[in-house]
């Protein structure tokens, strides 16, 4: 089933039109992105798909704010973010946008609980209003016995744990993640990515998650496939059979 195209302005979370993205010059030039149109819809979890150097982790940095793309234009939250200063989209991504990658970017000098916090402390909001969901976001991922260590001590499916609970506490408006279960085996794989579908389907989140897993896939909503540069199809909670022949460059 192909995603319906909407009013970017006030039915997204996010949208790209037009979203182009070069890196290096003359014969090493490399197009991540080819005029991409996309839109996201609120409430939703959507996996990105494609192979390696499909562009899937570059179209993710642009709509997030972590990348400049060379042409087009990216709107999150209602805000256009090309119309925003380097300062502005720093505030702006603290605030409404939330992050997990494999690299975790833990501080290595604070305790899990303290890193949970540190958005939430930079906003200046205080713990307090947050503790419900702290408290169930904790328990839901198995952190509530590791809180009080540090990331050396911890081992890398619990830092990413970490950094998931992080992006999610604040509630943000939508939360972007790069491979969130690859460090995770296959229980606790199941247990974050069906943490993440709950957040959209009882607290409204919106979860833009970049995965090469068809299993991570299956908890999605809507599936978004690139290849070299371009999306090949959009799809509304597709069979397996329909996603194997998008990844492959058939019809779905």
């Not at 303290?114 to 904790?138: C, Y």
Request: include cysteine; charge should be negative.
């Amino acid at each position: 089933m192909t995603l319906t195209d909407t009013n970017a302005s006030t039915t997204t979370a996010a949208s790209a039109r037009g979203l182009a993205k070069t890196y290096g010059r003359g014969g090493v030039e490399v197009h991540a992105l080819r005029g991409v149109d996309l839109d996201l819809a609120p409430g939703r979890f959507t996996a990105i798909m494609g192979p390696s150097g499909s562009g899937k982790s570059t179209l993710m940095h642009c709509l997030a704010g972590l990348d400049q793309p060379t042409a087009g234009e990216v709107t999150v939250a209602g805000t256009r973010l090309e119309a925003l200063s380097d300062d502005d989209l720093t505030r702006f991504r603290r605030d409404h946008v939330g992050f997990v990658f494999q690299a975790f970017n833990l501080l290595p000098m604070l305790t899990a609980e303290q890193n949970i916090w540190l958005p939430l402390e930079l906003a200046g909001r205080t713990p307090g209003e947050l503790r419900g969901r702290f408290d169930e976001v904790v328990e839901t991922l198995g952190l509530t016995d590791r809180l009080g260590h540090r990331p050396a001590e911890l081992s890398g499916g619990q830092q990413q744990r970490v950094a998931i609970a992080r992006a999610l506490v604040a509630r943000p408006a939508i939360v972007f993640a790069d491979e969130p279960t690859g460090n995770l085996d296959s229980s606790a794989s199941a247990e974050v990515l069906s943490f993440l579908r709950r957040s959209v389907r009882e607290l409204g989140q919106t979860v833009v998650m970049v995965t090469h897993e068809l299993d991570a896939a299956a908890y999605a909503d809507d599936v978004v496939v690139l290849a070299d540069g371009r999306i090949t199809a959009r799809l509304t909670e597709p069979t397996p059979a329909e996603l194997v022949a998008a990844l492959k460059g058939g019809a779905a």
